[in-house]
Nanobody, 125 residues
Framework: QVQLVESGGGLVQAGGSLRLSCAAS????????MGWFRQAPGKEREFVAA????????YYVDSVKGRFTISRDNAKNTVYLQMNNLKPEDTAVYYC??????????????????WGQGTQVTVSS
């Protein structure tokens, strides 16, 4: 069993930065592919970024490429999402998720085994 707890959300002006963290419990964290998703009001949850178990591979949705960076520290059981040059359209609840057998299906929510409770990110114009 893995529990995920996100932190770092908040209110920021357009062009600003935030760093989200996701702390995981359990000794098998390093075996999981980790992802970040977001959900805006009235919209479906969408993929943002993912990182392989050893950090060797990262994946991003086109809308955040060049602005967001996902990373992980397996010694601290933590995954991060550095968000720069934030835009109002980035406003959403951000969720981290972990999966053992995600493979190349990191884009799909149903491939992940565990989810955090979410953290609100609001970008004002």
């Amino acid at each position: 069993q893995v529990q995920l707890v996100e932190s770092g959300g908040g209110l920021v002006q357009a062009g600003g930065s935030l760093r989200l963290s996701c702390a995981a419990s359990g000794r098998t964290f390093s075996m999981y592919l980790m992802g970040w998703f977001r959900q805006a009001p009235g919209k479906e949850r969408e993929f943002v970024a993912a990182i392989s178990w050893n950090g060797g591979s990262t994946y991003y949705v086109d809308s955040v490429k060049g602005r967001f960076t996902i990373s992980r520290d397996n010694a601290k059981n933590t995954v991060y999402l550095q968000m720069n040059n934030l835009k109002p359209e980035d406003t959403a609840v951000y969720y981290c998720a972990g999966g053992r057998f995600v493979g190349n299906s990191y884009y799909y929510t149903n491939k992940y085994d565990y989810w955090g409770q979410g953290t609100q990110v609001t970008v004002s114009s």
